[in-house]
């Protein structure tokens, strides 16, 4: 990191990020992490694999998380201050930062140069998918917001630790353990803003982006694991994206970057570069 230039920033007044200045001479990679996570988490695992091939890595904050706030034009207030990095830009997002990478890309078709997307979803095909998905999304909220909050893993906060890892050791997430950094990091996010960001931007939010990308010029290159059963049909989906690449992470599960880094970083950067 002794040649890398690390700095805070706000995109319009708004959106809180990391910005990574390297040493490449052109190029902004846009990171967008996934839900309960924040700027800090993929940093590791991708600062030193693309600071060649970027002149600038953003590790952005999403909406409800970090420093970045819940409004009621979210996420379009999100993806306007996006749009301000530059006229175009690549992107890597995994699961919900996935699914917000695709949903800019359908707005602003000409923005986004190339795009990994690691376990995100499509968008619900019915109505009827959409409206019990917001239910269930709704009941997430109403117990996160009534989930005492203090900052840190002290046992003020056990409550939403308790919530933490819950929802990280579920059939999804191949059952794992978070570690007292994960947690930490995790920790820092407010119950009440991942409740925001459920209500106004969830997957029930989010309409049927299949259709509308399915013409991108965009390069994708969209990632899912072995062990991840509910995403596989969404897979599937993504082959009809354009100009898209579906890859299979062996021995994985939905948090792909988590499970394999290596295999992860290994096929992003062989097609970012």
């Not at 959106?15 to 902004?28: E, K, S």
């Not at 530059?86 to 707005?107: T, V």
């Not at 795009?115 to 095909?125: D, R």
């Not at 930490?184 to 106004?200: E, K, V």
Request: aromatic share 8%; net charge negative; charged share 15%.
């Amino acid at each position: 990191m002794s040649a890398l230039t690390v700095s805070q920033t706000l995109l319009n007044s708004t959106v809180a990020a990391l910005v990574v200045q390297t040493r490449a001479p052109d190029g902004d990679l846009v990171c967008l992490h996934g839900f309960t996570q924040n700027r800090f988490a993929m940093i590791n695992d991708l600062v030193a694999p693309f600071a060649a091939h970027y002149r600038r890595i953003w590790f952005v904050d999403c909406p409800g998380h970090g420093a970045t706030t819940v409004d009621s034009r979210t996420p379009h207030s999100f993806f306007d201050a996006l749009c301000t990095i530059g006229p175009h830009f690549d992107i890597f997002g995994y699961s919900m930062g996935g699914r917000l990478g695709l949903w800019l890309l359908s707005l602003y078709p000409g923005l986004i140069t190339n795009a990994v997307i690691a376990s995100a979803h499509l968008g619900l095909e019915t109505p009827e998918a959409q409206a019990a998905r917001r239910a269930s999304d709704g009941q997430l909220a109403d117990r996160l917001e009534h989930l005492p909050y203090s900052p840190g893993l002290g046992q003020q906060n056990q409550e939403f630790i308790a919530f933490l890892e819950e929802w990280n050791q579920a059939p999804l997430f191949g059952g794992r353990s978070l570690t007292n950094s994960e947690l930490r990091l995790r920790a820092s996010n407010h119950p009440d803003a991942l409740a925001s960001a459920l209500r106004t931007y969830g997957t029930g939010e989010q309409p049927n982006l299949t259709s509308l990308l399915s013409e991108t010029k965009t390069r994708l290159l969209y990632l899912y694991g072995e062990h991840d059963t509910v995403y596989r049909a969404m897979a599937e989906r993504a082959r009809g994206l354009g100009t898209c690449e579906v890859r299979m992470i062996d021995r994985g599960a939905h948090d792909v970057l988590h499970d394999q880094p290596s295999a992860v970083v290994q096929l992003a950067t062989q097609f970012l570069s």
